[in-house]
């Protein structure tokens, strides 16, 4: 049973579009959710993360929104630039995992910024 | 120069061999944890320590063991009753449970 799920295995965008990457979740006992970035052979690094009492998080040239009634986050990159290509791996803790600290991750998004 | 660290990068082991993989973290964090990445899957958790000398099974735990004698350490064994052993293993750690968690290089584990 998928808990986070990202549809879209790949995305390509045009190197100073806006890359949309999208996830949705079905358990609504998540509150915390956040974006990481990984590159081939490394450890995925943290970007953002947003909480459920909020709808928006921006951080520089990356913003997560997050519909709770829709149980669907995005994170949106603009303006994309080539370094950004990486595969993005959304993730989400809840009420009653947040105590152990468990993140339940999507199987990840390959973006590419076409220079 | 504060971080986790996995090692060995790469590792070869015959197949009916137990082998362990280090993870060393220098964040001074409280939580740990240990993933495995498959090709086209998300990562998926098969232990993880809130504190020193206490650890949990994940949701793919069988085939694997964790000890955590040490904070900064939280080494894991690959034991020969792990099926498909073969996989991408990533460590992490976070300054308490429920903080963001942050990765090591992670480990290519193959077995012959």
């Known amino acids: 049973d998928q808990q986070v799920k990202q549809n879209s295995p790949s995305l390509s965008v045009q190197e100073g579009r806006i890359s949309i990457l999208n996830c949705d979740y079905t358990n609504s006992m998540f509150d915390y959710f956040l974006w990481y970035k990984k590159y081939p052979a490394e450890g995925p690094t943290f970007l953002i993360s947003?909480?459920?009492?909020?709808d928006k998080n921006e951080d520089g040239r990356f913003t997560v929104f997050l519909n709770k009634s829709a149980k669907h986050l995005s994170l949106h990159i603009v303006p994309s630039q080539p370094g950004d290509s990486a595969v993005y791996f959304c993730?989400?803790?809840?009420?009653?995992?947040?105590?152990?600290?468990?993140?339940?991750f999507g199987q990840g998004t390959t973006l590419q910024v076409k220079p | 120069d504060g971080g986790i660290t996995q090692s060995p990068k790469y590792l070869f082991r015959k197949e009916g061999q137990n082998v362990t993989l280090s993870c060393e973290q220098n964040?001074?964090?409280?939580?740990m944890y240990w993933y495995r990445q498959d090709p086209g899957q998300g990562l998926r958790l098969i232990y993880y320590s809130q504190i020193v000398n206490d650890f949990q099974k994940g949701d793919i735990a069988e085939g694997y063991s964790v000890s955590r004698e040490k904070k900064e350490s939280f080494p894991l064994t690959v034991t020969s009753a792990q099926k498909n052993p073969t996989a991408f293993y990533l460590c992490?750690?976070?300054?308490?449970?429920?903080?963001?968690?942050?990765f090591g290089p992670g480990t290519r584990l193959t077995v012959l």
């Open positions: 993730a989400a803790s809840g009420i009653g995992s947040s105590n152990t600290g468990k993140l339940i």
């Open positions: 964040l001074n964090h409280d939580a």
């Open positions: 992490a750690s976070s300054i308490s449970p429920g903080q963001e968690q942050f």
């Open positions: 947003i909480s459920s009492i909020k």
